[in-house]
């Protein structure tokens, strides 16, 4: 471990070398297309709707508050 990383004894001392892939990236999306997704989309839809729910919540109570705020800000100046 140095700087609190902690580093496999073969990589540190250097060696491990780099995999050079002949597959190109583009050809190994291609194929990740086909895969079978491990989290099922329901499963997805749901969090993700529920990420979006909440982001509004939040939004509609920060901007509520922050107008509150202001409106008792421009009472006071005049």
């Not at 895969?35 to 499963?43: E, F, R």
């Amino acid at each position: 471990m140095s700087n609190g990383v902690y580093a496999l004894p073969s990589v540190a001392k250097g060696k491990v070398k780099p995999v050079v892939s002949s597959t190109p990236l583009v050809d190994f999306l291609m194929q990740l297309e086909d895969c079978t997704p491990t989290i099922p989309d329901a499963v997805t839809g749901y969090y993700l709707n529920r990420a979006i729910n909440l982001s509004k919540q939040l939004s509609s109570y920060l901007l509520g508050n922050w107008t509150g705020e202001l409106d008792a800000v421009r009472k006071q100046q005049g």
